[in-house]
T-cell receptor, first 111, second 116 residues
Framework: QKEVEQDPGPLSVPEGAIVSLNCTYS??????FMWYRQYSRKGPELLMY????GNKEDGRFTAQVDKSSKYISLFIRDSQPSDSATYLC???????????FGAGTRLAVHP | DTAVSQTPKYLVTQMGNDKSIKCEQN?????MYWYKQDSKKFLKIMFS???????INETVPNRFSPKSPDKAHLNLHINSLELGDSAVYFC???????????????FGDGTRLSIL
């Protein structure tokens, strides 16, 4: 079993839709939870990070962490074609001392 | 203005050759990384340096040798290139040491390595 599981998609939605992206993980030692966005032929850029269970909102983006279920989500409201990218979850624990990335979910938002 | 810059962007070479990829960051960060992203987009850390000192060395063939002449530069040298080395290699940097897990990592745009 991989440490972090993420459905690679692709996920295709119409403009304006609410998008839900998810990752599950197996090790309860993970402490920090991040979402990176990667456009084609570019490097990943940090979108959101959270430490505790609960929700964190930033504009149209909401990151949600449920440590008891070992499940993290990223919601995108009012999705735009410019949101079309690959979204990678990334988790950190002091024990591993490195970021563990999910495989990434490819999202396409069509006008 | 580029925060983390890698050169070259594309590298096409023959099996068995030796090549280097350079990385520079102008963010004043203390920690730099090399990642490998395979064809399935899976991003995996290879090395990490903090203030020129190697702190992470994953299970990477010793044909790969990182070199950090100063904390703003982390280069990757690869000997005897193999077909399986074809991938996108990303350099990244972050503030502080890796143990501070909430420091965001800033990535370069990658070097696309193709082995013929």
């Amino acid at each position: 079993q991989k440490e972090v599981e993420q459905d690679p998609g692709p996920l295709s939605v119409p403009e304006g839709a609410i998008v839900s992206l998810n990752c599950t993980y197996s090790n309860s030692a993970f402490q920090y939870f991040m979402w990176y966005r990667q456009y084609s032929r570019k490097g990943p850029e940090l979108l959101m990070y959270t430490y505790s269970s609960g929700n964190k909102e930033d504009g149209r983006f909401t990151a949600q962490v449920d440590k008891s279920s070992k499940y993290i989500s990223l919601f995108i409201r009012d999705s735009q074609p410019s949101d079309s990218a690959t979204y990678l979850c990334a988790l950190f624990s002091g024990g591993y001392n490195k970021l563990i990335f999910g495989a990434g979910t490819r999202l396409a938002v069509h006008p | 203005d580029t925060a983390v810059s890698q050169t070259p962007k594309y590298l096409v070479t023959q099996m068995g050759n030796d090549k280097s990829i350079k990385c520079e960051q102008n963010l004043g960060h203390d920690t730099m990384y090399w990642y490998k992203q395979d064809s399935k987009k899976f991003l995996k850390i290879m090395f990490s340096y903090n203030n020129k000192e190697l702190i992470i060395n994953e299970t990477v063939p010793n044909r790969f040798s990182p070199k950090s002449p100063d904390k703003a530069h982390l280069n990757l040298h690869i000997n005897s290139l193999e077909l399986g080395d074809s991938a996108v290699y990303f350099c990244a940097s972050s503030q502080g040491s890796l143990r501070v897990g909430n420091q965001p990592q800033h990535f370069g745009d990658g070097t696309r390595l193709s082995i013929l």
